[in-house]
């Protein structure tokens, strides 16, 4: 979905609709019905004096958003990734290199996009030897509207990180307790991490057993942001 920003660039500049009146030539009805979101499209001479008057980049007026986004993680699969740095689910040929991935698909209002989210789990071998997972969304279809997302708010890649290795230790639960036979694992924590030029925050620690801090979270994002968050069988991120 496309949002026209007029109506917040003007509150910014601390312009009423008289006065952009007055510098566009524009009729007040028709600004009325643009700021509110209720004209139905815009000459481009409109949008050019629009522009003048307000002294912004054609840009700066359009903005992509949605009303209700989901992420779902599904099954754990295999693909390759090609040299051409292009993504494909092909089992039945060999690949320059091959990724664990979760099938995913993102809800965007009605928009539905299928695709892969590759991963490496790892098991790092310290004082105490503890499970590591890099998302390798730089691999993904998702890579573009999942970094935006994550710049929008920096508390969304932590709930990702919780959900992606919730389905990680179920997905991976007969290789991870093979290993638990013959190590002594710190269960405690996942230590994940997100590529830097994607979430510029630290490796991600996630307690996957620890719901009462997600939850706790949860609400400090629904009550003090723009956004409401539902976590459990999926992400749900909703635009107030």
């Known amino acids: ?46 949008l050019e004096k629009i522009i003048g008057a307000l002294n912004v980049e054609i840009g700066d007026l359009f903005e992509k958003t949605f009303d209700k986004l989901e992420i779902v993680l599904h099954n754990k699969t295999k693909i390759h990734y090609n040299m051409n740095n292009s993504l494909a689910h092909k089992r039945e040929r060999l ?12 809800y965007e209002d009605n928009i539905i996009r299928k ?24 691999y993904s279809e998702f890579y573009k509207i999942l970094k935006e997302l994550f710049n929008e708010n920096k508390y969304l890649p932590v709930i990702f ?12 639960k007969e290789n991870i307790d093979k290993v638990k036979k013959q190590f002594k694992v710190n269960d405690d924590f996942f230590h994940v991490s997100i590529p830097r030029n994607i979430f510029l925050g630290t490796t991600i620690f996630t307690n996957i057993e620890g719901e009462d801090e997600i ?7 629904n009550e003090t942001n723009n956004i409401k968050v539902e976590y459990d069988d999926s992400m749900v991120i909703i635009n107030k």
Not at 115 to 138: A, T
Not at 215 to 221: F, M, Q, T, V, W
């Open 95 to 106: 690949s320059n290199k091959k990724y664990n991935a979760l099938e995913s698909t993102i």
């Open 115 to 138: 695709g892969y989210i590759p991963y490496d789990l790892q098991l790092n071998f310290e004082e105490k030897p503890y499970w590591s997972i890099e998302i390798k969304l730089h």
């Open 1 to 46: 979905m496309i949002k026209f920003k007029l109506k917040e660039i003007m509150e910014n500049k601390n312009m009423k609709i008289s006065d952009l009146n007055k510098k566009t030539g524009i009729s007040r009805n028709s600004l009325s019905l643009l700021i509110n979101g209720k004209s139905r499209g815009i000459q481009f001479e409109t």
């Open 215 to 221: 939850k706790k979270l949860l609400n400090y994002i």
């Open 161 to 172: 990180s919780h959900y992606f290795a919730k389905k990680i230790m179920m997905y991976e």
